[in-house]
Nanobody, 121 residues
Framework: QVQLVESGGGLVQAGGSLRLSCAAS????????MGWYRQAPGNQRELVAV???????NYADSVKGRFTISRDNAKNTVYLQMNSLKSEDTAVYYC???????????????WGQGTLVTVSE
């Protein structure tokens, strides 16, 4: 069993900052890409940022220059530092990871339960 547990969401004023964390636990052999998605009410889930295990990070155009994704492989944790938050960043943020549970196995995709970020004007 593999679990992704997010933390760090909450209410913040526009222009403020929040840091999201997502820790993976369970039967983990290795973790490939990790990322953050978000879903606002009435909208589809969209990619916010992704960080491979080595390689170049990728961001949605709407968050470039404001958000930074990072990971700590020793802790199986991915972070999302969000600065200069805007009301349009309000959404449920979901952690995502491609995890191998044994040597030789293809990675499977896992999702966290989501954490709500609300940005007020």
């Amino acid at each position: 069993q593999v679990q992704l547990v997010e933390s760090g969401g909450g209410l913040v004023q526009a222009g403020g900052s929040l840091r999201l964390s997502c820790a993976a636990s369970g039967s983990i052999f290795s973790i490939d890409a990790m990322g953050w998605y978000r879903q606002a009410p009435g909208n589809q889930r969209e990619l916010v940022a992704v960080i491979p295990n080595g390689g170049i990070t990728n961001y949605a155009d709407s968050v470039k220059g404001r958000f930074t994704i990072s990971r700590d492989n020793a802790k199986n944790t991915v972070y999302l530092q969000m600065n200069s938050l805007k009301s349009e960043d309000t959404a449920v943020y979901y952690c995502n990871a491609y995890i191998r549970t044994a040597w030789g196995r293809s990675p499977s995709q896992y999702w966290g339960q989501g954490t709500l970020v609300t940005v007020s004007e």
